[in-house]
């Protein structure tokens, strides 16, 4: 955990951790390293208990082994065996399926028991690690066996769900609206992982905590933002499920849509969930509707074909298991988005997120106009930097700002440098998965970091034209490019129409 902030937050307070999908790859690979990664920073509560929910019986010591041995091969640092004992010690496991309502009574039984034999004062939170298609039956179910009841002086019951909320505008009103119908929005929390990473906390504290930013953060100063996100993973053996996602409806309604409205929000009046989350919708609200011609006109959509990343060659989308070998679903795309407000009128946001690429990497890249350089014309320009702000997400999470300096020397020179902040550099962090925060934040009741509803449909709304535009197309306009590359000429051709050119991949 980040000691600079979280060692000022005490324990959670007690509370009963229900997990549905107990025995799914989410659960081994993130969620129990986050919960023993919480437990050694001392952000647990004492009265804690966990249960898993499982479609088929497995005995509580034969659960707690599974975890165990999840959390050896997946933890972010060394395990502490008293750590994990303690952890553990406190899981149960129950069958419980949404096609049997008897067994969602079976469970209140259960919480009952654990919640007097541990004292979690009857605070529940359900954390539905299921296909989506479970979420809205799972807290029906939850809701008439009583489970999620809150009263005004009583404990507290909060649902997380993780992504994807919907498949498009349309189903993502019909999941808001069925949730809505059991549950308070209060008590929803929606999980996007990329919200917790502390770069992307960072934005919000770069741009309204120092006074050096947020008065150039607008038309008159910014010429352009970049936000990209890279994968150097293919679809490997998700080639069924991933065939009917692709890349647009994977990635940016969802992870970049949140870096979008970080980016583009206006500064909320309090540091507090209500407000940053209506300031984050407001934004996605202002992004320009298009037609379905100018959705065409703004976009580019490709599939990678064979090449090699690394040393591994890599065989074409369309040759991976579960894929139609004549599907037109992209696993790259692009998007030049605008805003129509004050602030960000004339300043285009492009947005790329691709798989099978040269570089794993999440970044945004801020491209501030350039300074007139005329004074300068009889000089030797090194390569000349493009003022560039770039928050780097992931891999290697920090800050670089792009300047132009005077070159060592009797002469005047130009030559490009950078300011580089790390926060491996900075502050003493122990690798995290990135979930800790969001779990902590839904057991203290804090949901800054989680989609509203209103911001969901906000982010489908702004990419429901291309989802349009490119299923009427079909194969017109689909275009490919090779595995390990930085993507299609075409998504390079995007910005240079307006000369303009997207950071290289992997660029320092």
Known sequence: ???????????????????????????????????????????????????????????????????????????????????????????????CTVDDPDSFRQLSDLLKRIEAERHTGGNRLFYLATPPAGFAPSTRQLTQAGLTQEDPDGPWRRVIIEKPFGTDLKSAKALNHDLLSVLTEDQIYRMDHYLGKETVQNIMILRFA??????????????????????????????????????????????LCQLLSLVAMEPPARYAAHAVRSEKAEALSAITQYSEEEAIANSVRAQYGPGRIKDQDIIAYRDSEGVNPQSTTQTYAALKLSIDNWRWAGVPFYLRTGKALAKRETEVAIKFKEAPISMFRDTAMHGMAQNFLVLDIQPDEGITLHFNAKMPGPTIDLAPVGMTFKYKDYFQTAPTTGYETLIYDCMIGDAMLFQRADGVEAGWAAVQPFLDAWANAGEKGLATYAAGSEGPAEADELLAREDRAWRPIGAA
């Open 1 to 95: 955990m980040n000691g600079q902030i979280n060692s000022k937050r005490g324990p959670a307070g007690p509370c009963c951790f229900v997990v549905f999908g107990a025995n799914g790859d989410l659960t081994k690979r993130l969620l129990v390293p986050a919960l023993y990664n919480l437990a050694a920073a001392g952000l647990l509560p004492e009265n804690f208990a966990i249960v898993g929910v499982l479609r088929n019986p497995m005995p509580s010591d034969q659960f707690r082994q599974y975890l165990y041995d999840g959390l050896k091969q997946f933890a972010t640092r060394p395990v502490e065996a008293a750590i994990a004992d303690r952890l553990f010690a406190c899981v149960s496991t129950i069958v």
């Open 210 to 255: 120092n006074g050096l930013f947020e008065p150039i953060w607008n038309r008159n100063h910014i010429d352009h933002v970049q936000i990209s996100v890279a994968e150097t993973v293919t679809v490997e053996r998700r080639g069924g499920y991933y065939d009917q996602t692709g890349a647009l409806r994977d990635m940016i309604p969802n992870h």
